[in-house]
């Protein structure tokens, strides 16, 4: 059992310690746990919010050293793992580029995300309004022209949460197996692999990201997953993986991925 999407209260918008969260998943029997806190995220535009959702940079050192201490600290007992979810946004690839730089040899591996389109983060109920002057449609054709971009910096392991939009269960009137096809080509085309999230069974949408449908397609072109729970407080983490496993053994997966050093490490379903 792994899970490789947790946060802490440092985000400021999840609660627990890193080590509250190591302990429960040592509770719920997690042979591995990846700590990939919200990366400092100032970068982004206005009026998104930037201090609700990340750590300022000043602090991410501490944070990692921070996750060091637990390493050792539970070594035999559970491994943790360093990780990191970027916010992708493209005017900004060469700030997140030179912030990255003097944490590349601590990290076991990064997540990719696109939460912020234009200006605003489609996952937060404050910019709901927003759905409805750009249009859905118009949202999921951003979001997907976005991750395609993100996949080809090559600075990612994991895109996470892939089909995002849906989350509040704004569903598009057109076909978007083409787009997602080409993202899917993209994140092949980078090594990465696809996070099975389970957040979103705790969301208006009621799915996991991505969906069935999606995972089917990752299967068909080779890629492989990860899991995660996304976790934004200790009882979160873990969340659904049961059911979600079962899933991904009837949809045809054999093996999920965890990540060490920046390597893939395979382990059975
Ligand atoms: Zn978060
Ligand atoms: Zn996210």
Same mark, same amino acid.
């Given at each position: ?9 440092? *985000?400021?918008? #999840?609660?627990?310690? #890193? ?6 998943? +040592?509770?719920?029997?997690?042979? *591995? ?19 609700? =959702? ?9 944070? +990692?050293?921070?996750?060091?201490? &637990? ?6 007992? $559970? ?9 992708? =946004?493209?005017? #900004? ?15 076991? =591996? +990064?997540?990719?995300?696109? @939460? ?23 949202? %999921?054709?951003? =979001? %997907?022209?976005?991750? #395609? ?11 996470? @949460?892939?089909? &995002? ?42 799915? $996991? %990201? ?7 397609? *990752?299967?068909?072109?080779? $890629? ?31 093996? +999920? ?13």
């Amino acid at each position: 059992m792994m899970d490789m999407h947790v946060h802490t209260y440092r *985000c400021k918008h #999840a609660k627990g310690t #890193a080590e509250d969260m190591v302990k429960a998943a +040592l509770q719920k029997k997690i042979a *591995c746990i990846g700590i990939n806190e919200h990366f400092p995220m100032t970068y982004l535009p206005d009026p998104v919010p930037v201090h609700d =959702y990340a750590m300022d940079l000043n602090e991410f050192p501490v944070h +990692l050293k921070e996750l060091k201490t &637990l390493q050792k600290k539970y070594r035999g007992q $559970i491994d943790v793992r360093i990780g990191a979810e970027v916010d992708y =946004y493209e005017p #900004a690839i060469n700030t997140i580029t030179q912030w990255l730089e003097p944490f590349q040899t601590d990290f076991d =591996y +990064l997540y990719g995300s696109v @939460h912020v389109v234009t200006n605003w983060a489609i996952d937060d109920d404050k910019f709901l309004n927003r759905w409805d002057q750009v249009g859905v449609d118009a949202v %999921y054709s951003m =979001y %997907y022209e976005v991750l #395609a971009k993100m996949a080809k910096t090559r600075l990612f392991n994991v895109v996470g @949460h892939l089909d &995002l939009p849906k989350k509040f269960k704004k569903i598009p009137t057109i076909d978007f197996d083409g787009k997602i096809s080409t993202v899917l080509d993209a994140v092949k085309a980078a090594h990465m692999v696809v996070e099975v999230n389970t957040a979103g069974l705790r969301k208006p949408v009621k799915e $996991i %990201y991505p969906s069935r449908h999606i995972l089917e397609m *990752c299967l068909e072109k080779g $890629i492989k997953v990860t899991l995660g729970s996304d976790a934004h407080a200790p009882e979160e983490i873990g969340y659904a993986f049961d059911e979600t496993r079962a899933l991904l053994k009837e949809i045809g997966f054999k093996t +999920l991925v965890l990540f060490k050093k920046r390597m893939q490490v395979p382990v059975k379903l």
